[in-house]
C-alpha cells in the first residue's frame, strides 16, 4: 500500500530535550516535506526537500533541522524544543510532474511541549 | 508571495444542503489550486484540484472551477451528507518549489 508514514503518532516532552519525528515514503517521490498545522493558521511549510541532499526552508524553519540521506526517509529534528512548537505537524511527498501534483500526506505527529 | 483567503468556519449544515466554501488567493505566476480534506484524526487528502483557467476540478459530488479573473476557487456541492463533515482546505502551488500555501481550513458539520 503506498503511504506516507510518521513516528511517533503522539509525544508529550520538555523544553529544550532534543527529538526527532520520522517519516518515510515508499512511492518513490522526490520531493518530500514538513508542514505544522495550528489553528486558524492552517498548514505552514517549515522545510522541504526536491531530492537526496537537496533541502530547503519553508516559511517557518526557526527552531527546525532536516535531513534527507535516503530518497525515502525525510526526518525532522529539534534540537532544543520550546513551547511554542506545541503543535500537529504533517510530512508530505509529491509524485516528480511539474504541475498539478499532488501531495500525499502522513497521518500527522501531535507534539507538546511543556 | 502567494496567500489563500479561505471562508471563515465552523459551518453547520443540515443533511443534503447545498454548500459553498469560498476561496481566493494572490499567486506570483500561474498557479496550480488544490482543495483537501481532512477527517477527524487523520492526514490530508486531496479532494480535487485544477491547474488551468476554467478547468472544472470534481470528486465525490464536490466542484471547483479555477476562476483567473476572480482569482477564485470556490468549493460546492449540491448535497452534503454527515459523511462530509470534514476540514477543508484550499491550497494553491506555483514556482519550481512545488510549495504549496494552504488557507485556515474551513470546519464543516454535517447533522442528520
Known amino acids: 500500500e503506498a503511504q506516507v508514514t510518521q513516528n511517533p503518532r503522539y509525544l508529550i516532552t520538555v523544553t529544550g530535550k532534543k527529538l526527532t519525528v520520522t517519516c518515510s515514503q515508499n512511492?518513490?517521490?522526490?520531493?518530500m516535506s514538513w508542514y505544522r498545522q495550528d489553528p486558524g493558521l492552517g498548514l505552514r511549510q517549515i522545510y522541504y526537500?526536491?531530492?537526496?541532499?537537496?533541502?530547503d526552508k519553508g516559511d517557518v524553519p526557526e527552531g527546525y533541522k532536516v535531513s534527507r540521506k535516503e530518497k525515502r526517509n525525510f526526518p525532522l529534528i529539534l534540537e532544543s524544543p520550546s513551547p511554542n512548537q506545541t503543535s500537529l505537524y504533517f510530512c508530505?511527498?509529491?509524485?516528480?510532474?511539474?504541475?498539478?501534483?499532488?501531495?500525499?500526506f502522513g497521518p500527522g505527529t501531535r507534539l507538546t511541549v511543556t | 508571495g502567494n496567500s489563500v483567503t479561505q471562508m471563515e468556519g465552523p459551518v453547520t449544515l443540515s443533511e443534503e444542503a447545498f454548500l459553498t466554501i469560498n476561496c481566493t488567493y494572490t499567486?506570483?505566476?500561474?498557479?496550480?489550486l488544490f482543495w483537501y480534506v481532512q477527517y477527524p484524526g487523520e492526514g490530508l487528502q486531496l479532494l480535487l484540484k485544477?491547474?488551468?483557467?476554467?478547468d472544472k476540478g470534481s470528486n465525490k459530488g464536490f466542484e471547483a472551477t479555477y476562476r483567473k479573473e476572480t482569482t477564485s476557487f470556490h468549493l460546492e456541492k449540491g448535497s452534503v451528507q454527515v459523511s462530509d463533515s470534514a476540514v477543508y482546505f484550499c491550497?494553491?502551488?506555483?514556482?519550481?518549489?512545488?510549495?504549496?500555501?494552504f488557507g485556515s481550513g474551513t470546519q464543516l458539520t454535517v447533522l442528520p
Open positions: 508530505a511527498s509529491s509524485v516528480p510532474d511539474r504541475k498539478g501534483y499532488e501531495q500525499y
Open positions: 512511492m518513490n517521490h522526490e520531493y
Open positions: 526537500s526536491m531530492n537526496v541532499e537537496v533541502t
Open positions: 499567486a506570483t505566476g500561474y498557479p496550480s
Open positions: 485544477a491547474t488551468k483557467a476554467d
Open positions: 491550497a494553491i502551488s506555483s514556482g519550481s518549489a512545488r510549495q504549496l500555501t
